[in-house]
C-alpha cells in the first residue's frame, strides 16, 4: 500500500511539473515588448531575423535567418525558420522553410551567409516566391549575389532555383527629374559608385541588404544594396516574380544605404533604410517618391527621441501593415548580437504619420491598440 500512496505521489508530481512546463511554452502575449526575449509556442526565442512577414487567408508568416550559438552563427548553418501567427504577437513554430544544404557544390550550402529573406504571393501563379540576399560558401562578402525560391504553400518547403546577380549589360531608367549626377556614364565615371556599377556592368550588378514589394497593381519590386554598397536599386520583377525585366533605377547614388523596407500609403512610396556601419547601429534614414520609379528624396532620420540617433540600437528589416484601420504600419528592427548571433533580438514600433511625413519612436511596451487612436 505504501509503495502505491509513492508511486502515486510521484506520479503527481511528475505529471504537476511536465504541466507546468507547458503552460510557461504556451506564455501567451497581449503586447509588444520591443528588445526583450519573444517566445514562440513551443516556449523558444523566436529565430527568424533579418526578416520579413507575408499576410495570407488572414494568417501572418514571418520568414527569417535560423541563427545558432556563437560568432559562426552569422553563417547559414540550418536556413530561413517560418512562424505562422494570427494577432502578430503569438508566433506558432513552423519549422524550417528552406533549409540549406549539405552538398558543397549548392550555392545554398551549409556555411554560406544568407541574409534577409523575404516571401510574396504571386497571386497569378498561385506560388509564394521567397528572395535573399546569398553569399558563396567560403568568399566572405565578395559574391554579393541575389537567391530565389519558390512553394506551393506560404510554410514550405522551398525549392532553391538560382542565385545571381541582376539585371547584366542593363542600364538605369531615369525617370524624370533625375539629377544629372546621377546618371551614370561609364566613358567617365564620375564618382566612386559609377565605377562600381560601370566594373559589374557585363556580370549584373552585386545584390545585397534587400527587400521585395508588391504593389496594388501586382507589380513586384526588388530593393537591394548594390555598387559596395554604395548605391540602391529599385529593379522590377518579371510577372511570375522569379527574375528580372531588366528595369531597374539607382537610389541615393554614393551615399552608402541598406537595410530597405519599402511601403505605400495613399499612393506614396515610402522607404526607410540604414547607413553601412556593418553589425553597429547606425541613424535610420528615409525617403519619399510620389511614383516607384521615382525620383526619391531623402528625408532624414525618421526616428525620435531618446536613442534616435542609432535606431535605439537596431536595424530596420521590414515595415508591416498593421491590422486595423488601412494605412496603419509596423517598423520591424533588428538588434543583431554578432558574438552570439542566436541572442538577436526584434524590435517593432509603430509609424506615425503626420501629413506625408514619417516618424517613429521608442516605447518600452505596446500593442495594437495605438492605431485606434
Not at 526583450?36 to 516556449?43: A, E, L, M, V
Not at 522569379?242 to 541598406?258: A, D, P, S
Request: glycine residues 10%.
Amino acid at each position: 500500500m505504501m509503495n502505491k500512496r509513492i508511486s502515486f505521489i510521484l506520479g503527481f508530481i511528475a505529471f504537476s511539473l511536465g504541466f507546468s512546463s507547458f503552460v510557461s511554452a504556451q506564455q501567451t502575449y497581449t503586447s509588444f515588448t520591443p528588445g526583450k526575449i519573444w517566445k514562440d509556442d513551443k516556449g523558444v526565442h523566436i529565430n527568424a531575423h533579418g526578416g520579413g512577414i507575408v499576410v495570407y487567408k488572414g494568417i501572418y508568416y514571418w520568414f527569417g535567418e535560423h541563427k545558432i550559438e556563437g560568432e559562426i552563427g552569422n553563417t547559414a548553418q540550418v536556413g530561413v525558420h517560418c512562424y505562422s501567427s494570427k494577432d502578430l504577437y503569438n508566433w506558432k513554430d513552423e519549422g524550417i522553410a528552406l533549409p540549406v544544404l549539405n552538398d558543397l557544390t549548392s550555392d545554398i550550402a551549409k556555411g554560406c551567409i544568407l541574409e534577409r529573406p523575404k516571401v510574396v504571393y504571386n497571386k497569378k501563379t498561385k506560388k509564394f516566391v521567397m528572395w535573399f540576399h546569398l553569399e558563396l560558401l567560403g568568399k566572405g562578402y565578395a559574391a554579393a549575389r541575389s537567391g530565389v525560391a519558390v512553394a506551393d504553400r506560404p510554410t514550405g518547403p522551398y525549392t532553391f532555383i538560382r542565385s545571381y546577380r541582376p539585371n547584366p549589360g542593363k542600364m538605369p531608367f531615369y525617370a524624370s527629374g533625375t539629377a544629372e549626377k546621377d546618371i551614370v556614364n561609364c566613358q567617365q565615371p564620375a564618382n566612386k559608385s559609377d565605377g562600381f556599377f560601370c566594373r559589374d556592368l557585363p556580370g549584373g550588378q552585386m545584390a545585397r541588404d534587400m527587400t521585395v514589394f508588391v504593389d496594388d497593381d501586382g507589380k513586384a519590386y526588388h530593393v537591394f544594396s548594390s555598387e559596395e554598397n554604395f548605391t540602391l536599386h529599385l529593379a522590377e520583377l518579371t510577372p511570375d516574380y522569379l527574375g528580372h525585366t531588366g528595369k531597374f533605377i539607382r537610389i541615393y547614388v554614393g551615399q552608402q544605404t541598406e537595410a530597405p523596407a519599402l511601403f505605400k500609403k495613399n499612393g506614396t512610396y515610402y522607404m526607410v533604410g540604414s547607413g553601412c556601419t556593418g553589425w553597429a547601429p547606425n541613424p535610420a534614414r528615409w525617403f519619399k517618391a510620389s511614383n516607384i520609379w521615382g525620383p526619391w528624396t531623402y528625408m532624414g532620420n525618421p526616428c525620435q527621441g531618446e536613442g534616435a540617433k542609432l535606431t535605439y540600437g537596431g536595424q530596420s528589416t521590414h515595415v508591416l501593415p498593421a491590422p486595423g484601420k488601412k494605412g496603419d504600419f509596423i517598423f520591424m528592427a533588428d538588434k543583431w548580437a554578432p558574438k552570439n548571433a542566436i541572442d538577436g533580438r526584434y524590435l517593432w514600433l509603430p509609424i506615425k504619420f503626420e501629413n506625408d511625413k514619417i516618424s517613429i519612436n521608442w516605447a518600452d511596451e505596446w500593442d495594437l491598440s495605438v492605431f485606434k487612436k
